[in-house]
Antibody, heavy 120, light 107 residues
Framework: EVQLVESGGGLVQPGGSLRLSCAASGFTFSSYWMHWVRQAPGKGLVWVSRINSDGSSTSYADSVKGRFTISRDNAKNTLYLQMNSLRAEDTAVYYC?????????????WGQGTLVTVSS | VIWMTQSPSLLSASTGDRVIISCRMSQGISSYLAWYQQKPGKAPELLIY???TLQSGVPSRFSGSGSGTDFTLTISCLQSEDFATYYCQQYYSFPYTFGQGTKLEIK
C-alpha cells in the first residue's frame, strides 16, 4: 500500500525557515516524480514544486521560486521541502503527492498534510 | 503561466441531479488535465486524469471530457457522498496550476 507521511510543520516567524519531510513507503520511491501542493486555510489548492526521480530536475511555482528548495533522498525514501524567507502568505497545509505512473504530472496518492503557520 | 477559469465557484444541486463543472485554459493543453475531489479536512482525491481517464475505484457516474482549452467534469445522478469541492489541474507545462475550485452543495 502506498503511504506518504509528511512531518516538520509548525509555527515559524516571518523570515524564518522550516524543512518539511515526506516519508514514502509501499512503492519504489526512486522511480517516481514527487510533488508538493499546498492549501491555505479556507482556500484552494496550489501546486508548489516537483522533482524528478533522481533529483536532477526540479520545478517551482513563481510564488516560491528562489525561497523554497525541493530535494529527495532515495536511499531514505524521503522527500523534502526546504522553505526559507517564509512569509505570512506561506501559511498552509502542505501535502506531498505522487502520480499513478513514474512520470506523472497528476497526483493519485497524497499524504495527510502538515500545517505550516507563519506568524509573529 | 497557464491560467485556469473554473466555473461555477458554487453549485447547488440535489441528490439524483446531473451536474457539470467547467474548466477553461488560457492556452491549449491537449489532454493534460486532471480532476480532484476534496472533502473538508481531507487530502484531495484523484477522480480523472488525461482529461477523461477514470482513476481506478472511482464510480462511473463521474466522467471527464474536453481537450485543448475547454474541459468538463460531469457527475450523473449525484449521490450524498459527492457533495464536496472539486478542482481541475493542468499538467501540460510548469508551473502546474489548479482551478479555483467548485463547491458542490446540497440544495
Amino acid at each position: 500500500e502506498v503511504q506518504l507521511v509528511e512531518s516538520g510543520g509548525g509555527l515559524v516567524q516571518p523570515g524564518g525557515s522550516l524543512r518539511l519531510s515526506c516519508a514514502a513507503s509501499g512503492f519504489t520511491f526512486s522511480s517516481y516524480w514527487m510533488h508538493w501542493v499546498r492549501q491555505a486555510p479556507g482556500k484552494g489548492l496550489v501546486w508548489v514544486s516537483r522533482i524528478n526521480s533522481d533529483g536532477s530536475s526540479t520545478s517551482y511555482a513563481d510564488s516560491v521560486k528562489g525561497r523554497f528548495t525541493i530535494s529527495r533522498d532515495n536511499a531514505k525514501n524521503t522527500l523534502y521541502l526546504q522553505m526559507n524567507s517564509l512569509r505570512a502568505e506561506d501559511t498552509a497545509v502542505y501535502y506531498c503527492a505522487r502520480g499513478n505512473i513514474a512520470v506523472a504530472g497528476w497526483a493519485g496518492y497524497w499524504g495527510q498534510g502538515t500545517l505550516v503557520t507563519v506568524s509573529s | 503561466v497557464i491560467w485556469m477559469t473554473q466555473s461555477p465557484s458554487l453549485l447547488s444541486a440535489s441528490t439524483g441531479d446531473r451536474v457539470i463543472i467547467s474548466c477553461r485554459m488560457s492556452q491549449g493543453i491537449s489532454s493534460y488535465l486532471a480532476w480532484y475531489q476534496q472533502k473538508p479536512g481531507k487530502a484531495p482525491e484523484l477522480l480523472i486524469y488525461a482529461a477523461s481517464t477514470l482513476q481506478s475505484g472511482v464510480p462511473s457516474r463521474f466522467s471527464g471530457s474536453g481537450s485543448g482549452t475547454d474541459f468538463t467534469l460531469t457527475i450523473s445522478c449525484l449521490q450524498s457522498e459527492d457533495f464536496a469541492t472539486y478542482y481541475c489541474q493542468q499538467y501540460y507545462s510548469f508551473p502546474y496550476t489548479f482551478g479555483q475550485g467548485t463547491k458542490l452543495e446540497i440544495k
